[in-house]
């Protein structure tokens, strides 16, 4: 913790919590935020950037972010609750894991068995730090995105409708296909200023996907299509970031000339224009 407070405190940086391969914390670096960190429960293989072991639930672990969060270099937090027991997919007839959870009990049907219970709740008490740092970072003038797919029940649970209720919330809807993904699954990000509306992009019908319900990984193991989506598309995130950047600029900071890449070859950059 010492040696990232002594790095934070001489670059300009975003949080990238519950980061996974830590995809858009590596090309927020590569775009200007030099500073930037990914934090997540494991390490996983093939991620992009460092990954910083850390635990939302971990008083000591929570204690150490608040402190980081007082940094004036820290200029964005993104956040990403893990939605598998709110995934609507679960409720595709397929052979695949039962519902957890419904538009009625979006915080866990009546009927879970204990094990069942027991991941749901975890899943709730990460769905309300998520949001109590959501609420946080908005309050201090940090800029703050949470993500979860469109569909996902996360957005019908409590902390995100009180989330909803505290303060002014802003949101996009894309087609991951239309960034740099293979199959046109929707994702949301919420947002606390009001320019995520360009991110709003639907597939244009030019180019096909992959099918979803099963497929296979990189390692030939059989798997639900929904588990290979779970990593942000490159280009997905040069958007993301080029977004955070043009926001930053709004607020008066200056941007280096040669932070963003020339993306003229992405259909996003092209809608924009």
């Not at 879970?112 to 998520?130: C, F, H, K, T, W």
């Not at 929707?186 to 509306?197: C, E, G, H, K, P």
């Not at 639900?224 to 958007?239: D, H, K, Q, V």
Request: with cysteine; net charge negative; hydrophobic share 35%.
């Amino acid at each position: 913790s010492e040696r990232l407070d002594r790095y934070m405190a001489n670059h300009c940086c975003m949080i990238e919590v519950s980061s996974g391969t830590a995809t858009l914390c590596s090309v927020a670096k590569q775009y200007g935020l030099d500073g930037s960190i990914a934090l997540d429960k494991t390490k996983k293989r093939g991620a992009k950037a460092t990954i910083f072991v850390f635990d939302i639930l971990d008083p000591k672990d929570k204690e150490l972010l608040y402190h980081w969060l007082e940094s004036d270099l820290l200029a964005w937090v993104h956040i990403a609750p893990v939605c598998g027991t709110c995934s609507r997919a679960r409720q595709i007839r397929n052979g695949g894991p039962r519902p957890l959870r419904s538009d009625e009990f979006p915080m866990g049907l009546p009927d879970l068995l204990p094990g069942e219970r027991q991941r749901v709740d975890l899943a709730n008490s990460m769905y309300i730090e998520s949001c109590a740092l959501f609420q946080f970072c908005a309050n201090r003038g940090i800029l703050v995105t949470m993500e979860n797919p469109s569909n996902s029940l996360f957005w019908l649970t409590e902390p995100f409708v009180e989330l909803q209720h505290a303060t002014t919330l802003y949101h996009s809807d894309s087609q991951m296909c239309m960034m740099g993904g293979t199959r046109p699954k929707w994702t949301r990000l919420v947002v606390n200023f009001s320019a995520i509306d360009e991110l709003n992009v639907e597939c244009d019908g030019s180019h096909r996907h992959q099918p979803c319900g099963k497929a296979k990984d990189s390692q030939g193991q059989e798997v639900y299509a929904t588990s290979l989506e779970a990593e942000y598309p490159r280009r997905f995130c040069i958007a993301l970031v080029q977004c955070i950047w043009r926001q930053l600029q709004r607020q008066g900071m200056t941007l280096m000339l040669d932070a963003l890449f020339d993306v003229k070859d992405n259909k996003l950059f092209e809608m924009q224009t």
